[in-house]
């Protein structure tokens, strides 16, 4: 997942090489995003069939490929094509790595399972920035030494996984392989569907950070390091990462409606921080949303995965993170265009504002009507 995010902080560096707007990144941004949910809905239950470890090689696979564009500096196609390999390879790893790792773990550990998976899934995003500011920035090679080090890591991860159990055994029947779209079974919609939208929301506030926030640093703030653009992002996520364990002392239908409120004083915060041009109220805010992103986020997992059905739970996972990755990029492109309007802050401030509501929404509903847990 670190290879997902790695080009966050040097997007810059690709503008003053090839020279494009801030729109142009946010969609350069965007179509990982559409991979991500084109090998979801394409391949959500293929792991289902022919069994976990064969789909994250593919991954992995994917991975490679990604940087290897990157590493080729072949111009603006090369860099969506990057993208676009990097998405697949998230898609099919989201929902295909929870599932081994929830079935992997050993009879009463399924919650901490789902906290590992979850807590690699967002620390490996909030990595990404993070090694490759730092890299970029007092490293050899900026836009290469990143990508060398993500293959480097890449055939660890290839090698661990190739020794990794297989959880799926096949039946005598035989299923075909065809794109399956939003699979939620019937027993999984009365939680499903609050469950999405506060990850919908949740993801809003990750996409906002890591296509924009680097450009907002440098033209409002003028933060130019790479390394501190690459840290605020970094926050985030680990921020997240923080939410998603603290769950583990309140009930998942807790956590839901707590997670969405803590995300909208957060996201409040970040509006403060635009409208001040304040770095510190910007990183209180971003800790402040990743928490309540974090919440939100395990908590919907949980109880989506609890509530699916054992040979549907690699699709039924999948379809939870096509929504989600569907907040990570329409409201971030929203983002790009309203920039070339408004500028940089006062779109920020309005994106601020729609997912503040969005969120409030989800809040109040959920604490209204909290999801039931299976």
């Known amino acids: 997942m670190m290879g997902t995010t790695l080009p966050t902080p040097l997007y810059g560096l690709y503008r003053e090489q ?103 899934n967002m620390g490996g995003l909030g990595l990404g920035p993070l090694t490759a500011g730092v890299l970029a920035e007092y490293g050899p090679w900026p836009l290469w030494l990143p990508f060398l080090m993500h293959l480097a890591l890449l055939v660890i991860a290839v090698a661990v996984t190739w020794l ?42 990750l996409g906002l950070f890591t296509a924009v926030a680097p450009a907002f640093l440098s033209e409002t703030l003028g933060v130019h390091n ?23 002392r309140v009930s998942a239908r807790s956590a839901l409606p707590v997670g969405c409120l803590v995300l909208v004083a957060g996201l409040l915060l970040v509006g403060v921080s635009l409208l001040l041009a304040s770095l510190p109220f910007l990183l209180v805010g971003a800790v402040a949303g990743g928490i309540g992103q974090g919440l939100a986020f395990r908590a919907g997992l949980t109880v989506v995965s609890a509530a699916a059905p054992e040979n549907r739970r690699g699709a039924t996972i999948s379809a939870f993170f096509v929504v989600a990755y569907g907040g990570i990029s329409v409201p971030v492109i929203g983002v790009g265009a309203l920039t070339m309007a408004l500028g940089l802050r006062n779109a920020g401030l309005v994106f601020a504002g729609c997912v503040m509501v969005l969120a409030a929404g989800a809040g109040g509903h959920l604490w209204r009507r909290p999801a039931v847990e299976a």
Do not use: K
């Open 18 to 120: 090839i020279g494009f707007s801030e729109l142009l990144v946010t969609v350069v941004f965007a179509v990982y995003a559409i991979g991500v949910i084109a090998a979801l809905l394409i391949a959500g239950d293929f792991s289902d069939v022919l069994g976990r470890r064969p789909i994250l090689l593919c991954a992995l696979g994917l991975a490679a490929l990604s940087a290897l564009c990157f590493l080729s500096e072949g111009g603006l196609p090369l860099l969506f094509a990057g993208r676009v390999l990097s998405g697949l390879s998230a898609g099919l790893l989201s929902g295909t790595g929870t599932a081994a790792v929830l079935e992997l773990a050993p009879a009463g550990r399924r919650a901490r399972a789902g906290f590992a998976a979850t807590a690699a």
């Open 164 to 205: 990794l159990p297989e959880t799926v055994h096949r039946s005598g029947e035989r299923r075909l392989l065809r794109p399956q779209g939003m699979v939620v079974p019937a027993e999984v919609r009365g939680v499903f569907a609050p469950s999405a939208l506060a990850a919908f929301a949740g993801f809003s506030l």
């Open 226 to 248: 790479l390394a501190v653009s690459g840290a605020v992002v970094f926050s985030v996520f680990c921020a997240s990462t923080v939410g998603q364990l603290l769950m583990s």
